[in-house]
């Protein structure tokens, strides 16, 4: 499953406060820094756990050493494939696709989070009512810059974007 950090997002979330989840970036193994996101566990618990035990590694997979495979300046930042690194591949913590919990956050502003997917519950795309707004980077959204700095309108990017390390705080 890859995760795209949308460049258009919203806020929300107000209830359970689980851990915040963080990747550290590197650019051509220069390290970057680091983004925080925080999760909507109390809108869409199963994709917000999915994304942090994934990023934490506790299942003996996950997001540490994956790459952002496609990149497209002022709309997307796209990675978590840690499977076939190219946006095609990626499983998740209940088995390789899981169905789509629910479409109640728009794509509305900077530094969304939303699951990428291959169609209609297989969360495993960007757009309001197919793919699910899960979180949003609370720290970090300058690093987020750097990594669309390395971008193409064709999604390739000029430069080795990666996450070095991931877990939660």
Do not use: C, W
């Amino acid at each position: 499953m890859a995760s795209f950090l949308r460049r258009f997002t919203t806020s929300a979330s107000a209830g359970k406060n689980l851990a915040n989840v963080f990747f550290d970036i590197a650019i051509n193994s220069k390290p970057a820094g680091r983004i925080v996101f925080k999760l909507y566990d109390d809108i869409v618990p199963r994709t917000a756990r999915n994304f942090r035990e994934l990023a934490t590694g506790q299942h003996g997979f996950g997001y540490a050493g994956s790459k952002f495979h496609r990149i497209i300046p002022q709309f997307m930042v796209q990675g978590g494939d840690f499977t076939r690194h190219n946006g095609t591949g990626g499983k998740s913590i209940y088995g390789d696709k899981f169905a789509d919990e629910n479409f109640k956050i728009p794509h509305s502003k900077p530094g969304l989070l939303s699951m990428a997917n291959a169609g209609r519950n297989t969360n495993g795309s960007q757009l309001d009512g197919k793919h699910v707004v899960f979180g949003e980077v609370v720290e970090g959204l300058d690093v987020v810059k750097e990594i669309e700095a390395e971008g193409t309108t064709s999604g390739t990017p000029k430069e080795t974007v990666t996450i070095t390390s991931s877990g939660t705080l």
